[in-house]
């Protein structure tokens, strides 16, 4: 009889090699995940921004009359909203701490008493202006409106990192006439 010399399998070698490559496959698509969550995250964050701009300007403009009242320099750190289905058109005040709130619950990095938390809030303004970044006080029949958010991991902007320059506060900014 006949012994067969052929070796009919794989080598201790080959099977280490084979497991490195699906190691290192299988940690690239962990990475990917991981990206693809923080720019998902990034992406709500916009979206809700663009949703709370559109609003406060389609409430401005509801209410032409009480226009002025709608600035403000800074989102307030806490407001006590009332009955947010109730808000009368002419209840300025209660629109404004119901609109806060929502931004506060929608938007990341937001809420708290921390110092990163206000820097945020200070990124947001509305304004009447003439042009582009330049609040004219009680002037200009344009209305600029910015919200503010913490991105996840991605830096939104150039900035030292001091104060309300931190690179990592995303800012949308809506331009409309009333």
Do not use: H
């Not at 005040?93 to 931004?103: F, H, L, P, R, V």
């Not at 503010?148 to 900035?159: I, K, N, P, Q, T």
């Amino acid at each position: 009889m006949k012994r067969d010399t052929k070796n009919r399998g794989f080598t201790l070698i080959e099977v280490l090699v084979t497991l490195v490559l699906l190691t290192i496959g299988m940690l690239a698509l962990v990475a990917m995940q991981s990206r693809g969550i923080q720019f998902t995250a990034d992406s709500v964050a916009r979206n809700n921004a663009i949703m709370l701009a559109n609003e406060m300007m389609e409430t401005m403009r509801a209410n032409p009359t009480a226009r002025d009242a709608y600035l403000f320099e800074a989102l307030p750190a806490d407001d006590d909203c009332e009955d947010e289905e109730d808000v009368e058109a002419s209840d300025v005040a209660n629109q404004m701490a119901c609109w806060g709130e929502k931004a506060r619950t929608l938007l990341p990095g937001t809420t708290g008493d921390g110092g990163e938390a206000q820097a945020v809030r200070n990124n947001f303004y509305t304004c009447r202006s003439k042009q582009l970044d330049a609040c004219d006080a009680g002037d200009g029949s344009a209305v600029e409106i910015q919200v503010a958010w913490r991105s996840v991991g991605e830096r939104c902007r150039d900035g030292d990192g001091a104060g309300d320059d931190d690179p990592f506060i995303c800012t949308l900014r809506l331009r409309g006439e009333l």
